[in-house]
């Protein structure tokens, strides 16, 4: 079976705000999945994937909702982003904003991963779903891509909209796709390759509108730690650098340095671990960029 990995609370209490507000009970869900208890954990909390995932699926037989993704999106706060929420609220721009997404987004989940493409004219957001039962992932889609539109508008206080957004799910019924192009603003296109959101560029200059008042320096520092004690059950060193470098290389740069930065490690240190595993630094690069190629 797939390892699902983790899902913060952050990420399940913005469905449970669309429970309540659609008035269903989720108590015995809850308690079923045995989740009861993690609901009252902070934000930083986890819970595994699979567990996850069956809420997901439970609550989309509970809602009987054919758009519950685009409709659960309308829940986002910025404390559905966990740490990464607070990272992005201290952006000087959407498009530096948006450069955080690959790198610390496991803060909140392992639900998926992100994607940059670059033209010269624009910037695409592409989004993996990593989990596997087939009757949830368009929800998963719709949700994360949603909630990224709603909360990028709430960072800069504009109305500011994507030139497009293309899903792979089927074209719907014509009163469902104006309710996708009410909420994203934009043309929506179906039946697509790949599920992401097209930005112009003139778009990535537009200012935050300040939120975070942390020190930046204290925050950073405990996101990297955050981050660094995320891993797989059974996940080695290896494995977990080669995730971080291919994030890194989204933004052209993957350095040792940074690598050992958001590891709280020095390049000693770790190069000592990764001798211990059998493989270098230069290796596990060289292994990331292969994939992406």
């Known amino acids: 079976m797939k390892h699902l990995g983790f899902a913060s609370i952050a990420a399940l209490k913005q469905y449970l705000r669309y429970a309540d507000a659609k008035r269903i009970d989720t108590v015995d869900l809850l308690a079923d999945l045995k989740l009861t208890n993690n609901v009252e954990q902070s934000e930083e909390g986890r819970i595994s994937g699979q567990q996850f995932q069956q809420f997901l699926t439970s609550l989309l037989h509970l809602s009987n909702d054919p758009i519950m993704g685009l409709s659960s999106a309308l829940y986002v706060q910025s404390h559905s982003y966990n740490l990464l929420g607070a990272l992005i609220e201290q952006s000087e721009t959407l498009g530096q904003a948006i450069s955080r997404i690959p790198l610390f987004e496991r803060l909140v989940g392992d639900m998926g991963t992100t994607e940059i493409q670059r033209t010269e004219s624009h910037l695409a957001l592409v989004w993996h779903c990593n989990y596997t039962t087939s009757l949830i992932v368009p929800h998963m889609i719709d949700n994360v891509l949603a909630s990224w539109t709603l909360f990028a508008r709430w960072l800069t206080n504009s109305k500011a909209s994507a030139s497009g957004v293309y899903l792979t799910r089927p074209k719907p019924a014509h009163s469902i796709q104006q309710t996708y192009e009410q909420v994203f603003s934009a043309p929506v296109f179906f039946d697509q390759t790949s599920n992401r959101i097209e930005l112009s560029n003139e778009l990535l200059r537009i200012p935050l509108v300040s939120k975070q008042h942390s020190p930046k320096s204290s925050l950073e520092g405990k996101v990297r ?57 230069r290796e596990i690069l060289r292994k990331a960029r292969e994939e992406r190629a």
């Not at 050992?260 to 059998?278: K, M, V």
């Open 225 to 281: 730690t955050s981050l660094s004690q995320l891993k797989f059950d059974g996940e080695t060193l290896k494995d977990q650098i080669l995730r971080s470098v291919k994030a890194h290389l989204q933004l052209g740069i993957a350095s040792k340095e940074l690598i050992c930065q958001e590891f709280n490690t020095s390049t000693r240190h770790l190069q000592r671990q990764l001798d211990a595993e059998g493989t270098s630094y």
